[in-house]
Nanobody
Framework: QVQLVESGGGLVQAGGSLRLSCAAS????????MGWFRQAPGKEREFVAA????????YYADFVKGRFTVSRDNAKNTVYLRMNNLKPEDTAVYYC?????????????WGQGTQVTVSS
């Protein structure tokens, strides 16, 4: 069982930056493939970024490439999402998620989410 707790969300002006953190419980963090998702009001949840177990591979949705960076620190059981040049359309609840098998589409564990609001 993995428990995930996101933090770092808030209100920021367009063009600003935020760094989200996702702290995981348990000793199996390094064996999990980690992802970030977001859900805006009235929209479906969408993939944002993901990172492999050792951090050597990262994946991004096209709409965040060049602006967001995903990273992890397995010693701290934490995954991060650095968000630069934020836009109003980035406003959403951001969730981190973990899965044990990286080639399967579904994630096994989800956090409660952290709100990011970008003002114009």
């Amino acid at each position: 069982q993995v428990q995930l707790v996101e933090s770092g969300g808030g209100l920021v002006q367009a063009g600003g930056s935020l760094r989200l953190s996702c702290a995981a419980s348990g000793r199996t963090f390094s064996s999990n493939f980690m992802g970030w998702f977001r859900q805006a009001p009235g929209k479906e949840r969408e993939f944002v970024a993901a990172i492999s177990r050792d951090g050597g591979s990262t994946y991004y949705a096209d709409f965040v490439k060049g602006r967001f960076t995903v990273s992890r620190d397995n010693a701290k059981n934490t995954v991060y999402l650095r968000m630069n040049n934020l836009k109003p359309e980035d406003t959403a609840v951001y969730y981190c998620a973990a899965k044990r098998i990286d080639y399967l589409p579904n994630y096994d564990y989800w956090g409660q989410g952290t709100q990011v609001t970008v003002s114009s």
